[in-house]
């Protein structure tokens, strides 16, 4: 499988996107500030908590050895956020909480 070409449909469609409001976005490093990536943004996708999570997932099937980001992937995925659905939901519940 092409993880890379993956990830990079996953970025391009987060960068052509106009955020709707009323909607849960995160911010996603391109190229992960433990990788030399910056905070500038054009290394910003801004993406839902479910493309955010594939996006890590990604990054350590990209990675496999790269601790750093196995350790950023597994924060993701710690209590009870165990898959990308289930995490959205949780994210856009916190989200309407906090407003």
Do not use: F
Request: contains cysteine.
């Amino acid at each position: 499988m092409n993880y890379q070409k993956i990830y990079d449909n996953l970025i391009s469609k987060a960068k052509k996107r106009s955020p709707e409001t009323g909607i849960s976005y995160e911010k996603h490093h391109i190229v992960p500030r433990c990788m030399g990536g910056s905070n500038l943004s054009d290394n910003i996708a801004i993406m839902t908590p479910e493309e955010h999570y594939v996006a890590h997932q990604l990054l350590v099937k990209l990675y496999p050895s790269d601790r750093r980001l196995i350790k950023a992937a597994n924060r993701m995925t710690t209590g009870k956020r165990r898959n990308n659905k289930l995490y959205g939901w949780l994210r856009r519940r916190h989200t309407l909480a906090m407003t």
